[in-house]
């Protein structure tokens, strides 16, 4: 089973940056979306940011502006740049590609 090795979460202060990595054991297949999502504390797991097959990104309307999915040239590891974030920003985030999900990465917003 396909897993990934996820790196880039920890705690942020508002206004601060972070760059959130899931980094596949080998090439995802161009067919697949590449997609982040994060569970806020005490609420449901909620959909962040898509990257389609042909590279266009959509995001939450929340995020956008903030945040920025992508991918290496490889295709083997999925970025999700986020700036400015807020304390509203505090979740646990996880990429996806087909029917592969990683652990999740903490990402505490907090003064």
């Known amino acids: 089973q396909e897993r990934f090795v996820e790196s880039g979460g920890g705690l942020v202060q508002p206004g601060g940056s972070l760059r959130l990595s899931c980094a596949a054991s080998g090439t995802i297949d161009s067919s697949f979306i590449l997609t982040w999502y994060r569970q806020p504390p005490a609420r449901q797991r909620e959909w962040v940011a898509t990257?389609?097959?042909?590279?266009?990104?959509v995001y939450t309307d929340s995020v956008t502006g903030r945040l920025s999915i992508s991918a290496d040239n490889a295709r083997t590891t999925i970025f999700l740049q986020m700036d400015s974030l807020k304390t509203q920003s505090t979740a646990i985030y996880c990429c996806?590609?087909?029917?592969?999900w990683g652990q999740g990465i903490q990402v505490p917003v907090s003064s």
């Open positions: 996806s590609y087909g029917i592969t």
């Open positions: 990257m389609h097959e042909n590279g266009v990104a």
